[in-house]
């Protein structure tokens, strides 16, 4: 009989903890998961391929979700718990609805300025193998 409430006091308290966690991340941000496309962003990658220099304050990723590819900025000391993102691999996470530009000058001349507009990451992890089951670690 002991047993047995200790295995519904367990339960009772995992389910609270877990409330509680779901409650304090969906309300700081929006969130996100999909495949990565990409590990650079892809309205970046194609002004560097026109011969321009971009300023990124971090790295960006573009990501394939049910709405279709979307682009972010990982900003610099944010990183996944896994250690590596890579093309493939799948991701989720939390953004911040305010955004972060990212200006590119043409190399060539006369010199051009492009901006682009991207939603940053605040918090992420990603699967290990870029499949369902892999380990997802959060990290801020």
Same mark, same amino acid.
């Given at each position: 009989?002991?047993?047995?409430?200790?295995?519904?006091?367990?339960?009772? /308290?995992?389910?609270?903890?877990?409330?509680?966690?779901?409650?304090?991340?969906?309300?700081?941000?929006?969130?996100?998961?999909?495949?990565?496309?990409?590990?650079?962003?892809?309205?970046?990658?194609?002004?560097?391929?026109?011969?321009?220099?971009?300023?990124? *304050?971090?790295?960006?990723?573009?990501?394939?979700?049910?709405?279709? *590819?979307?682009?972010?900025?990982?900003?610099?000391?944010?990183?996944?718990?896994?250690?590596?993102?890579?093309?493939?691999?799948?991701?989720?996470?939390?953004?911040?609805?305010?955004?972060?530009?990212?200006?590119?000058?043409?190399?060539?001349? *006369? *010199?051009?300025?492009?901006?682009?507009?991207?939603?940053?990451?605040?918090?992420?992890?990603?699967?290990?193998?870029?499949?369902?089951?892999?380990? /997802?670690?959060?990290?801020?």
């Amino acid at each position: 009989m002991l047993k047995l409430f200790a295995k519904i006091g367990i339960a009772i /308290f995992v389910v609270l903890a877990s409330i509680q966690i779901v409650y304090a991340y969906s309300t700081a941000g929006q969130l996100f998961a999909g495949k990565i496309v990409n590990t650079k962003a892809t309205e970046i990658q194609r002004l560097e391929d026109e011969n321009y220099s971009c300023n990124v *304050p971090g790295s960006s990723i573009t990501i394939q979700s049910y709405k279709g *590819p979307t682009s972010y900025l990982i900003p610099s000391g944010t990183s996944a718990k896994t250690g590596t993102v890579a093309d493939g691999h799948l991701i989720m996470g939390k953004y911040t609805s305010s955004s972060a530009t990212v200006t590119c000058i043409y190399r060539g001349y *006369p *010199p051009r300025e492009q901006t682009v507009t991207l939603n940053k990451i605040t918090l992420f992890g990603a699967s290990g193998n870029g499949k369902y089951g892999g380990a /997802f670690g959060l990290s801020y």
